[in-house]
């Protein structure tokens, strides 16, 4: 499997501006993750899934957020309308359920400028 | 809740020598994980090392090692003989161990270490 795939690497977008941000997670994992990492807050939990349904939003930080699964293989994460203040590294991570025995496994993230 | 603290923002070291890097980490629950995640600059997160808290004895993975110590909620990460490929920023993270929460992780602030020739 190639890994957690997530695209575009790099995002350059106006205030104001929709933008969708996307994963593919590795094939057989049960768990989407999404996390945010800045400078000021490190790296928070977002929002994750659970065979395609969203468990735990609460890390969502606003309305103008948003997270579909609509099947195994894929996720996306919409920021609408974008606010300077979104700029941030945006990871996604999934995760298998075997036993106990357990980690996440991270994509190589999507760097969002919001200007 | 749980919290994550790693109070060390930067730790130097030469080649071949070792570093410790802490974490602290703040739970009511019995059973959970902990992690080292190491970040290089080309920004992926890698699993370095994970440990059962319900298992005493302290995990290792080649030049890597953990003193995980429960009851002091303590979870420190010791790396020997450092190369320069080692330099990262390290993150702890925690895991409940429950149904709901397979793969959530609650990350520390974490440690940029940078290894010298």
């Known amino acids: 499997d190639a890994g957690v795939i997530q695209s575009p690497r790099h995002e350059v977008t106006e205030m104001g501006q929709e933008v969708t941000l996307r994963c593919k997670p590795i094939s057989g994992h049960d768990y989407l993750f999404w996390y945010r990492q800045t400078m000021m807050r490190g790296l928070e939990l977002l929002i994750y899934f659970n065979n395609n349904v969203p468990i735990d939003d609460s890390g969502m930080p606003e309305d103008r957020f948003s997270a579909k699964m609509p099947n195994a293989s894929f996720s996306t994460l919409k920021i609408q309308p974008s606010e300077p203040r979104d700029s941030a590294v945006y990871f996604c991570a999934s995760s298998p359920r075997t036993g106990w025995d357990t980690e996440a496994f991270f994509g190589q993230g999507t760097r969002l400028t919001v200007v | 809740a749980q919290t994550v603290t790693q109070s060390q923002p930067e730790m130097s070291v030469q080649e071949a020598e070792t570093v410790t890097l802490s974490c602290t980490y703040d739970?009511?629950?019995?059973?959970?994980?902990l992690f080292w995640y190491k970040q290089p600059p080309s920004r992926q997160m890698i699993l370095v090392i994970r440990?059962?808290?319900?298992?005493?004895q302290n995990a290792t993975e080649n030049r890597f090692s953990v003193n995980f110590q429960k009851a002091a909620k303590s979870f420190s990460l010791k790396i020997s003989d450092s190369q320069l490929g080692d330099t990262a920023m390290y993150f702890c993270?925690?895991?409940?161990?429950?149904?709901?929460?397979?793969?959530?992780?609650?990350f520390g602030a974490g440690t940029q270490v940078v290894v010298t020739p």
């Open positions: 993270a925690f895991m409940k161990m429950e149904t709901d929460s397979w793969g959530k992780l609650q």
């Open positions: 739970t009511s629950e019995n059973n959970y994980y």
């Open positions: 440990q059962e808290a319900y298992k005493q």
